[in-house]
């Protein structure tokens, strides 16, 4: 029961939203609902309702050109800058180094060998080989001036 008043209302306000939207429509092209034309507005090309009078196809490269530029800044520019930081810690680690996989394993590293990395986690001397991108992170050395800063 409660469903189906939700479906009566959202219906009723889905067609009040589709008629306002012809209307509109309706008034930007010179139409009417059984699609004549009234005046000589859309005859000429004149009163289209869009922006200093351009023609659409001008309208919609200027959306697609937005819309690229916001994609590429918002997207695939930080992807490329979040790799690039990535592969420069990557082609950073060295013997001794203290890291921390992607599994959340802490440990010091004690063998590299062409892409496997092998740390030591514990006291026990535990030694993991992992892949050289399972490594999340390379912890830095705190220096006597950093501890001093804090």
Avoid: H
């Avoid at 029961?1 to 959202?10: D, E, G, Q, S």
């Avoid at 994609?71 to 890291?99: A, H, T, W």
């Avoid at 992170?137 to 220096?143: D, L, R, S």
């Amino acid at each position: 029961m409660i469903t189906n008043k939700l479906l009566t209302a959202t219906g009723a306000a889905f067609a009040t939203a589709a008629a306002s939207i012809m209307s509109v429509f309706a008034e930007t092209t010179g139409t009417t609902g059984d699609a004549t034309t009234t005046g000589t507005a859309t005859e000429t090309g004149t009163g289209t309702g869009l922006p200093f009078n351009m023609p659409m196809w001008v309208l919609i490269v200027i959306y697609v050109v937005v819309l690229g530029l916001l994609f590429y800044f918002l997207i695939i520019r930080p992807q490329r800058k979040r790799k690039k930081e990535e592969e420069e810690m990557k082609n950073s680690i060295c013997l001794g180094q203290d890291v921390v996989t992607i599994g959340g394993i802490c440990g010091k590293i004690v063998n590299i060998k062409d892409d496997n990395i092998t740390i030591q986690t514990s006291i026990d001397n535990t030694l993991i080989e992992f892949k050289s991108w399972a490594i999340r992170e390379v912890k830095k050395e705190e220096t006597d001036d950093a501890a001093d800063k804090k």
